[in-house]
C-alpha cells in the first residue's frame, strides 16, 4: 500500500512540475555550477586540449609532401570542375577527383582546414598549387 502512495505521490509531484515548465513565462535555464564542479569542468577541458594536441599532432605527421602534391593536384582540378559545373556541381563528382588523387576525402578536408588555420602552411600549399598550373 505504501509503495502505491509513493508512487503516486512521485507522479502527482513530476506532473506538476512539467506543467510549471511547461507554462512558465520565463525560459528554463541551468543552475550555476559550484566551484567544486568548475574544478571537474577545467580538467575536462584540458583532457580535451590534450586531445586535440594529439589530434593535430597526428594530422601533422600523417601529411607528408606526396600528400601534399597529390592535394594540389587535386584542388586545382575541383576547382576547375566547380567552375565548369557551376550549380550543378555534385559532392560525388568532387569526391572522385579526389579519390583519383590518391587522396580520402577525409585527408583532403583536413589539408584544406589546416590551410585556413596557418598561414605558412598555406603559402607552402599555395607554391605546389601554382606549380600544378
Known amino acids: 500500500m505504501k509503495i502505491y502512495i509513493l508512487t503516486f505521490f512521485i507522479l502527482f509531484v513530476s ?8 507554462t512558465s513565462p520565463e525560459p528554463v535555464t541551468s543552475p550555476e555550477i559550484s566551484r567544486d564542479m568548475k574544478r571537474y569542468e577545467k580538467g575536462k577541458s584540458t583532457y ?9 599532432q597526428s594530422m601533422i605527421e600523417e601529411v607528408d609532401d606526396l600528400k601534399l602534391l597529390a592535394f594540389a593536384k587535386a584542388f586545382v582540378d575541383v576547382q576547375s570542375y566547380m567552375h565548369k559545373a557551376g550549380n550543378k556541381a555534385s559532392y560525388n563528382e568532387t569526391s572522385k577527383i579526389v579519390k ?3 587522396l580520402s576525402v577525409e585527408v583532403y578536408t583536413r589539408i584544406a582546414s589546416r590551410m585556413n588555420e596557418n598561414s605558412d602552411f598555406q603559402n607552402k600549399i599555395q607554391e605546389m598549387i601554382n606549380d600544378v598550373n
Open 100 to 102: 583519383n588523387h590518391g
Open 48 to 56: 580535451q586540449n590534450n586531445d586535440e594536441a594529439y589530434y593535430k
Open 15 to 22: 506532473i506538476i512540475v512539467i506543467l510549471k515548465l511547461i
